[in-house]
């Protein structure tokens, strides 16, 4: 290996981003963690102004600038950066004039504002999350107990009953124990350990489809797919997955078919995509699946956004609030995390799955 080769990989892996300009403040390099922050292409960008990525940055210009003419390193911290799709950033960036680096005059690091908040947020919803079923798991074991003896003496109060017409109301009472015992076993959820095993990503996301596509028959909800097919095999256990996607999209369903929605069709997009250089909780992962499911309904009330994973919670009336917190609980099993962005008329919850979960590294979150 190249020491520019070892270099490149180097700078490749680290977690901060990195951009190198020449004298015209042109991009002659860029790695991957600022790819990723910027939401751009390092082949699209590459020798393109550093103007025309960050807009409206006329004083962050000028200062870049003067440390070039110069041949003085500054650092901006909290600074507010707006990018050519129309994101804006908070950024930590530091600038750093370089001395006999051919072609290379200025070193710009970029750290965003939000790399350790989101991680301690992660870390502090999974913590919560499993707190909470191992709660829900406790309370539930201790409700199938006394069930079961409902169940036993209503059946043998059946077969004392002198009145056969009398059995109606111990059926009642069988019917439901039988329901609630049901009800139970999905809060505590499957104690099944997940079998690993390498799969494509895209199988899962078929399967679900042709099961809502059969679940929702001709009621005009439309399913798109934008996969991404260079995104490599994952390690993950294939009926699980399944069931967890499709809890999501079930939801999705159930919001479009809500008297909220005003749209004419109801629109599904599974969108896939890889992800470089991604954190989930305190872990780096170098590569990760990204799973987008996307839908045009009325949107998550604000004040569910929170809880939303947690056990028992439901914007529907009718709903047991148990598909996403069941749904992130397999997600978690796979080391990866659920996302959600909600406004009306746009739904977002996104799946982030590492491809080399063992190749992952712990990251300080300050």
């Not at 914007?315 to 406004?343: D, P, V, Y």
Request: proline share 4%.
């Amino acid at each position: 290996m190249t020491l520019d080769s070892l270099q490149k990989r180097l700078l490749d892996n680290l977690t901060t981003g990195v951009i190198a300009l020449d004298d015209q403040l042109r991009l002659c390099y860029i790695n991957l963690a600022a790819e990723s922050l910027l939401a751009v292409s390092g082949r699209q960008v590459m020798g393109a102004a550093l103007e025309d990525l960050l807009v409206d940055s006329e004083q962050d210009m000028e200062d870049i600038g003067s440390a070039l003419r110069k041949g003085s390193s500054f650092t901006k911290r909290k600074t507010e950066i707006h990018l050519v799709h129309g994101k804006s950033l908070t950024v930590d960036y530091t600038i750093t004039p370089l001395t006999d680096f051919p072609g290379a005059s200025l070193l710009m690091e970029l750290q965003g504002m939000n790399h350790a908040e989101r991680i301690s947020r992660e870390e502090a919803m999974i913590s919560t999350h499993e707190t909470t079923r191992e709660l829900v798991r406790g309370l539930a074991h201790e409700i199938k107990n006394p069930l079961g003896g409902i169940r036993g003496a209503a059946q043998l109060l059946a077969s004392e009953l002198p009145d056969s017409e009398l059995t109606d109301y111990t059926n009642v009472i069988i019917e439901e124990a039988d329901r609630l015992r049901k009800l139970v076993d999905r809060l505590m959820g499957s104690g099944k350990l997940p079998e690993m095993h390498d799969l494509n990503i895209h199988q899962v996301l078929e399967r679900v489809r042709s099961l809502i596509d059969a679940q929702t028959g001709n009621q005009g909800i439309i399913i798109e797919r934008n996969y991404d097919p260079s995104i490599p095999s994952i390690h993950g256990d294939f009926e699980q997955l399944i069931q967890a996607v499709l809890n999501i999209v079930s939801n999705a369903v159930e919001a479009l078919q809500s008297p909220h929605v005003h749209q004419r069709a109801g629109r599904i997009t599974l969108k896939s995509r890889v992800m470089r250089n991604v954190t989930i909780g305190s872990h780096f992962h170098r590569l990760a699946a990204r799973v987008d499911i996307l839908d045009n309904g009325p949107g998550i009330p604000p004040e569910l956004m929170d809880t939303l994973f947690y056990p028992m919670i439901s914007g529907r009336a009718e709903g047991t609030g148990l598909g996403l917190s069941i749904a992130h609980a397999i997600i978690n099993q796979h080391r990866g995390i659920i996302e959600c962005k909600s406004e009306p008329g746009r739904t977002c919850f996104s799946i982030i799955i590492p491809v080399h979960a063992e190749n992952d590294t712990r990251v300080a979150a300050s």
